[in-house]
């Protein structure tokens, strides 16, 4: 990979393209990521290494790498074949990845990928996306390619891809876009102990800290990687999904996605549960720009607005995953702050053992407004899902607001609920902020680090408070 990160001491690594890097010069403190701990030693290579003793390679340390497959559609690297089977040979776990062209088919650019690692074995990482040019397209253009290409590898290969970036350059020339849970391989050659990541990624699976590190086995520089926990857990981050319903949290799994294996996010309990915005169990998704953070007001002291849009699929969304202890009829009550709640015509779709979609008006009433009394079944795979597209055009600024969702039990056939939210408020959510790992241990991966390499599906989570 070829990314330029300049900092106060500049480091260059090797370019094929005659596209400059971008100057990536400042040091944004606030997003400083440290490890959760150990890491394992890596690199990425392509056909720049030459001849490789990946035995040497193994016996210095390597325990993975990160092999090119091409640069967009028109450069195949013409050792990714050998890299590929000499690295397995050795007992190198390994993983492909591709140049990313924005100005090229981004589809294309995926299936050539595809149709060289077949299908993920055992040694396999998930393929890894490298943007670092822009090709002439502006931010959002480049996003629009990136996330189709994300989403055709997902689609293919049943596993989130890892973006190869740097903090700057997905900022500025990417638009901070949200591809989440998409892991981030991060890029920063510095001699720091922690990076500078780029949002929306909270912490990073790998780290590419230099470009001209020593391997033995390799002549000349390389890319040198660390990998963000333990060997065992780069082991079960490795190959394809596991299944839902097998008693391990497996790569692709989730708290959401999977809580008979992972465990649930929260559980609501015989007297029901308050889930807040800053709960585990909210997902919030779209442009983390759009979605504005609000301490002074709403349930709990804050909440989250974006504005609507009349466009035909939303853009911007707020989810609250609900895990029953008990199947039951519920009453379901949203808390709409009149400082910030704007929208007339909130879609609020709530899935439980049917799926209904309720519309009310949030500047209606200034706190708990109820959307009705439903049917859930006892365990997950349940939630209120709120999108911006309400049908309120975007050029009207029309705040949309994100905040509490509580959930009431109720005797069968009672769906009046309360109105302005009478009753008493449900006790929180019990809930595990501690996530889970790849490998099924609590903890998240590298044993904490909530990193979002779970199966979520496309959606960003964040603990905020």
């Not at 600024?397 to 008493?424: C, E, H, I, K, Y």
Request: charged share 15%; hydrophobic share 40%.
């Amino acid at each position: 990979m070829r990314l330029a990160i300049v900092f106060a001491l500049a480091v260059v690594g090797c370019a094929e393209s005659a596209e400059p890097s971008s100057d990536l010069s400042a040091v944004d403190q606030s997003a400083t990521v440290c490890g959760s701990g150990p890491t394992v030693k890596g690199m990425d290579v392509s056909f720049y290494q030459g001849t490789i003793d990946w035995a040497k390679a193994k016996a210095d340390g390597i325990q993975y790498a990160i092999i090119r497959v091409s640069d967009g559609l028109n450069t195949p690297d013409t050792k990714f074949d050998s890299y590929w089977a000499g690295s397995r040979a050795a007992g190198v776990l390994h993983g492909a990845y591709q140049f990313f062209e924005p100005s090229q088919d981004p589809i294309a650019q995926a299936d050539l990928l595809l149709a060289k690692i077949g299908t993920l074995r055992a040694d396999d990482l998930p393929p890894t996306i490298d943007v670092e040019v822009t090709g002439g397209l502006s931010a959002a253009q480049v996003a629009a390619k990136v996330k189709q290409w994300v989403a055709h590898v997902k689609a293919a290969v049943g596993r989130d891809p890892i973006v190869y970036t740097g903090m700057y350059f997905w900022r500025d020339n990417v638009g901070g876009a949200n591809v989440l849970p998409s892991p981030l391989f991060h890029a920063q050659y510095t001699t720091a102990a922690c990076p500078d990541i780029a949002a929306p990624w909270t912490t990073w699976a790998f780290w590419q800290y230099t470009s001209s590190g020593s391997v033995n086995g390799i002549s000349g520089n390389v890319d040198v990687d660390r990998w963000n926990g333990t060997m065992a857990q780069l082991q079960a981050f490795l190959g394809p999904p596991g299944a839902c319903g097998d008693g391990t949290c497996d790569a692709g799994e989730s708290t959401v996605s999977c809580p008979e294996d992972c465990g649930p996010c929260g559980t609501i309990d015989a007297t029901g549960a308050t889930v807040d915005d800053g709960d585990a169990c909210f997902e919030e998704g779209g442009p983390l720009a759009s979605m504005r953070e609000v301490s002074t007001a709403g349930d709990d002291g804050d909440l989250i607005w974006t504005h609507t849009t009349d466009l035909a699929t939303e853009e911007n969304f707020g989810q609250w995953d609900l895990f029953f202890a008990a199947a039951g009829h519920y009453q379901v009550e949203v808390y709409t702050a009149a400082a910030f709640a704007q929208s007339t015509q909130a879609k609020y779709v709530i899935h439980g053992v049917a799926e209904t979609t309720q519309t009310i008006d949030q500047t209606a009433v200034d706190g708990w407004q109820t959307l009705g009394a439903f049917d859930f079944a006892a365990g997950g795979h349940q939630w209120i899902h709120l999108g911006d597209n309400t049908g309120e055009p975007g050029a009207g600024n029309t705040q949309l607001v994100f905040d509490a969702v509580r959930v009431t039990p109720t005797d069968p056939g009672d769906g009046s609920g309360s109105g302005g939210g009478q009753p008493g408020d449900a006790p929180t959510m019990t809930s595990d902020h501690s996530g889970c790992n790849a490998g099924g241990n609590a903890g998240g991966l590298g044993g904490g680090l909530g990193l979002g390499l779970v199966g979520l599906v496309g959606i960003v989570r964040r603990r905020r408070r």
